[in-house]
């Protein structure tokens, strides 16, 4: 079992950036694909980005691509979402996903889950 806790939300006006972080217990990082969703009021859970275990790889939904960087550092089994110049179009509820084995868009995909963070972006 993979237990995951997000933080770093909050409220922020546009162009402003947030740098969110997801904390990993429970069993070993190793292998573990993670990847960050979003979920604004009344739409589904989207996808945002995803990164490889060993950090190697990286993959961003069009609409963040060149404003968002996923990073981890395994040693501290954490992952990070940087997100700069933000829009309201960016605010939502920020969740983390871990799966074993290799990145994945579909959020069907994905085992474990935190309870999420609330980013919101005023215009």
């Known amino acids: 079992q993979v237990q995951l806790v997000e933080s770093g939300g909050g409220l922020v006006q546009a162009g402003g950036s947030l740098r969110l972080s997801c904390a990993a217990s429970?069993?070993?990082?190793?292998?573990?694909?993670m990847g960050w969703f979003r979920q604004a009021p009344g739409k589904e859970r989207e996808f945002v980005a995803a990164?490889?275990?060993?950090?190697?790889?990286?993959t961003y939904v069009d609409a963040v691509t060149g404003r968002a960087t996923i990073s981890r550092d395994n040693a501290k089994n954490t992952v990070y979402l940087q997100m700069n110049s933000l829009k309201p179009e960016d605010t939502g509820v920020y969740y983390c996903?871990?799966?074993?084995?290799?990145?994945?868009?579909?959020?069907?995909?994905?085992?474990?889950w935190g309870q999420g963070t609330q980013v919101t972006v005023s215009s």
């Open positions: 996903a871990a799966r074993l084995g290799i990145i994945e868009v579909d959020r069907a995909k994905y085992a474990y």
């Open positions: 429970g069993r070993t990082f190793i292998g573990y694909a």
């Open positions: 990164i490889t275990w060993r950090g190697s790889s990286t």
